[in-house]
C-alpha cells in the first residue's frame, strides 16, 4: 500500500523561497524542509497541516532556505536539524552574507545536530526519506526523496537549474548532479526551491540545462 502524503509549501524571503512541509497523512509523522525565513509564515504552515514536526531537514544553507533556523531552535520549533557536512562553509555564513548583500532577518543559525549523506535512509516515525547528494549550486547540496517525491532544493526547476556563480558553486559538479537526477523514474515529482512544482519527465524532455547534461555538454 503507498503512503498517502500530505505535502505544502510557502514561499518565504524576498527571494521566494519555497518551504516545504511533508508528512504521512495517516499518523501525521512530517518534517520541515529548508528553514527559509518568515518563522511565523512556517509555522502557519505547520499548523494547517495538522503534521507533528520531528526535524528541520535542509536541502542547503543559502541564506533564503537557512534564514528561520535560529528562531526556530530559540523555542518557536525546536527540532534536530540536517545537513549535508560539505554545506558548513555555506551554513557557517549565513549572517555575513545576509550582511553583504544589506540584508536582514537572516541570523546565523546554530550548529546542525545531524549530518547526512548519499544515500542515507533518514526515518522519523512513520516517514522515510533517502537523501541524495546533489553537489554543485553549493557544495553540499542534498534532496530528501520520498515515495514519488522528490525534495530538490536549487539543484533543479521547472525549464531551468540552480546558478553556479554564487561563492563555491561549480557547474561540472552540477551537470554531474544533474545526471545522477535523470536516473530517478520520470514520474517523480520535483518540488524545487523556488518557482513552480515538475517531474522529472518534464524536465528530461523540455529542459535545456538537462539535455545539455544528457548529452555530455556543459555550459559557461
Ligand atoms: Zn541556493
Ligand atoms: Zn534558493
Redo the contacts with the bound molecule.
Sequence with gaps: MTQELIIDSTPVSPFEMNAYVCGDAATKDGVLIDAGADPDKLLHMIERSGLTIHAILQT?A?L??AGAIKPLKDGLLDRPVYVHKEEMPIYNNVARSAQMYGLGGFPQPPAPDHFVEDGQILTFGSLSFRVLFLPG??PGGVAYITGNHIFV??TLFMGSV?RTDLPLGDTPTLVQSLLKLMNEEDHMRVHP?HGPETSIGRERQTNPFVQAALRGQTWM
Design positions: 542547503h543559502h533564503d532556505h549550486h553549493t532544493g536549487d540552480g526551491g
